[in-house]
């Protein structure tokens, strides 16, 4: 068929509109290839190519991404290695305390309700309350007014809450030119809770070594006496407010005592520190141990003699009339050694041996000396010092920490055998130890404090009632006393302080 037949065979419709292609099968200018193929291949390619463009848009975006949690992670990869090494340098760097009086304190929540006491419904006595002097100027030119107030106030008596109602009368003072009136006995201004619940309140923690919560609940359950935690703690706030001249008065002492026992121990980020003998048990807590603590109290050169451990802050630098260090440390270091044994060193186990008797030996007799006469005291005091000569005088040993108690000996040689030169002095501080027990039991229940105010009211109320004990006084009266009427000359006479204290704020 040629060409003109195969133009006949379409339609007259397509030769009129001109869409007859006679290279529809095929086109020379597409190499030979049909248009229909060519339309569907630009077609695919097309759509391929949208999906390409999508595909690479969304990995652009994932790909940003990805960077910038690169980012991220080694900006936090680089704050934990910040991390990382300040908590390795942390033991070895002195803690810095951060300023409380700056901090803002944490308030209640939103819509917390709050919490009032209410007034007791039943009164068990009324008190009235005279005045026979002004209590301002002491001027007995006074007249009394027709104007009269009344305060009611719980407390504890013989374990059953009593409700008491002061009733006071004012007065016109003509020499102060204002109206005044007076305060009852055993009645706290302004205050809701008597001085006898607050005092068994902070005996309660303090020496029974019972938290807040569980002080709480004890006057609840046994006393029938409600009250809130926060209200223990303002307790302790109040009692370190008007015990604070006994406080100052009794650390005034430590200087002029004939000895004194010290020892500290951790208390959270700082050390308790404990001054005490027979008379006085004085605790005090500070972020230091050093020598600076001992000698803010002992002053810089003490007249007594100081019975402490082998620390170092004991030693040069506190300045002191005698010192005698503690012979219980000496035995324990040398059981250890013996403990662990020293089959290849004889010398070494022999020479402790000799000084572990040889320290027994003093002990035991400095315990008879009573029973002993001068001539017998002074015969076996020289023995013993005798004995001891020799053993520090003794060869360097093969045995490291054996030569270094031998070091020791030679270091402390003066200090370790004072007590039989006064025999007053005891050989051992474990009078400091047992008597800081306690505060190390209430630390592990307690976990220690956060606050310098809270360091500051265990301090002093710790000091008054182990005081009161040795003096063989009531610490919960001697407390009561206090939260009532403050520090007295009476109170102050009954801890052996003659001079006047000025009374806290």
């Not at 049909?34 to 994932?62: C, I």
């Not at 100027?137 to 007249?143: D, H, P």
């Not at 306690?438 to 710790?462: D, E, M, P, W, Y």
Request: with cysteine; proline share 5%.
């Amino acid at each position: 068929m040629n060409f003109i037949q195969e133009k006949n065979r379409h339609s007259p419709s397509e030769h009129r509109h001109g869409s007859y292609c006679p290279f529809k099968k095929f086109c020379v200018f597409l190499n030979g290839e049909a248009p229909e193929t060519v339309l569907a291949e630009r077609d695919y390619l097309s759509g391929r190519v949208d999906e390409l463009e999508f595909a690479m848009d969304f990995s652009n975006r994932q790909v940003k991404k990805l960077l910038e949690r690169i980012k991220e992670l080694e900006s936090d990869k680089n704050q934990l290695e910040s991390d990382l090494l300040q908590a390795l340098r942390a033991p070895f760097t002195k803690y810095e305390k951060k300023d409380s009086s700056t901090a803002k304190k944490r308030g209640a929540p939103i819509g917390h309700p709050g919490w009032f006491r209410g007034k007791p419904e039943n009164i068990d006595r009324y008190i009235d309350v005279y005045l026979d002097k002004c209590p301002d100027c002491n001027s007995e030119n006074i007249s009394p007014c027709n104007h009269t107030t009344e305060h009611t106030q719980e407390d504890v008596e013989d374990g059953r809450i009593t409700v008491s109602c002061f009733i006071h009368c004012f007065y016109w003072c003509r020499n102060c030119k204002k109206v005044v009136h007076g305060w009852g006995d055993n009645e706290i201004p302004n205050a809701f809770i008597g001085p006898e619940a607050r005092a068994k309140a902070s005996f309660l923690r303090h020496e029974i070594k019972v938290s807040y919560d569980d002080t709480q609940r004890v006057l609840q359950h046994f006393c029938n006496l409600t009250v809130v935690s926060g209200s223990i703690v303002g307790f302790d706030n109040k009692f370190f407010q008007k015990g604070e001249p006994l406080y100052e008065a009794l650390k005034a002492t430590l200087p002029e005592t004939p000895y004194i026992h010290v020892d500290e121990t951790g208390w959270k980020r700082d050390w308790l520190w404990i001054f005490t003998n027979p008379d006085i048990a004085f605790f005090h807590i500070d972020e230091h141990r050093s020598s600076t603590v001992v000698r803010d109290h002992l002053g810089d050169f003490y007249k007594g003699i100081l019975i402490t451990d082998f620390y170092s802050a004991y030693r040069n630098l506190v300045p002191a009339f005698g010192k005698q260090k503690c012979c219980t440390h000496l035995l324990r270091d040398i059981k250890k050694l013996l403990d662990d044994g020293l089959p290849s060193h004889p010398d070494a186990e022999a020479f402790l041996i000799a000084v572990k008797q040889l320290v027994k030996d003093a002990i035991y007799f400095h315990a008879q000396h009573l029973k002993l006469s001068t001539e017998e005291w002074r015969s076996g005091k020289k023995e013993i010092l005798k004995r001891f000569r020799e053993l520090y005088r003794h060869e360097p040993l093969s045995h490291h920490e054996t030569d270094n108690i031998r070091k020791r000996l030679i270091t402390h040689k003066k200090e370790l055998f004072v007590f039989l030169k006064y025999p007053a002095i005891p050989p051992t501080n474990n009078p400091a130890e047992l008597a800081i027990r306690n505060s190390v039991l209430f630390r592990k229940i307690t976990f220690g404090n956060r606050t310098a105010q809270g360091k500051k009211n265990v301090s002093l109320i710790t000091t008054v009632i182990r005081t009161a004990k040795l003096r063989s006084l009531d610490p919960v009266n001697v407390l009561r006393q206090i939260m009532s009427s403050g520090v007295t000359s009476a109170l102050l006479e009954q801890f052996g302080i003659s001079s006047a204290i000025p009374q806290a704020p």
